[in-house]
């Protein structure tokens, strides 16, 4: 069952149970359990190992997946990286200034505007070359 936080949640956290958190995070967290975000991260998040992350927030910090599943919808405000990881990003998720588009591009944003995913938007995955494709 997992431990759910709510509001303002300080860490960094070390995720290694099932956590819940709609709200924002301090500090980041280290993911080899389960981790469901749904808000902000002021700071990195690491998934590590086994770990899985589901992540639907405006991440101001890294997020690298070294091991498990990351799952992502949302502005990732850093860098991403992966290695040996599964990983899907929503279209429509915003990594550094530019949108994901369905065919694997990015594109531009243009100043203040409103900012929605929807629920079953199109999933897809960074290659090594730098393309995204389909997370099937």
């Known amino acids: ?16 149970g099932l956590v819940r958190i709609d709200g924002t995070l301090h500090g980041g967290a ?14 990195p998040i690491e998934v590590r190992l086994d770990g899985q992350a589901d992540v639907s927030a405006v991440v101001h910090g890294d997020v690298h997946a070294r091991g498990g599943q990351l ?40 100043g203040p505007g409103e900012f929605r995913i929807p629920e079953d938007a199109q999933l897809l995955r960074p290659n090594e070359n730098g393309n995204w494709t389909p997370a099937g």
Do not use: H, W
């Not at 069952?1 to 290694?16: H, I, K, S």
């Open 71 to 110: 799952r992502f919808r949302g502005i990732l405000d850093g860098r991403l990286g992966v290695k040996d990881a599964d990983v899907a990003f929503a279209v429509g998720s915003v990594l550094n200034g530019r949108r994901l588009e369905a065919d694997g591009s990015f594109s531009e944003l243009e």
């Open 1 to 16: 069952m997992f431990e759910t936080l709510t509001g303002d949640v300080q860490g960094p956290l070390d995720v290694t």
């Open 30 to 43: 280290v993911v080899t359990g389960r981790l469901e975000l749904k808000g902000t991260c002021n700071g």
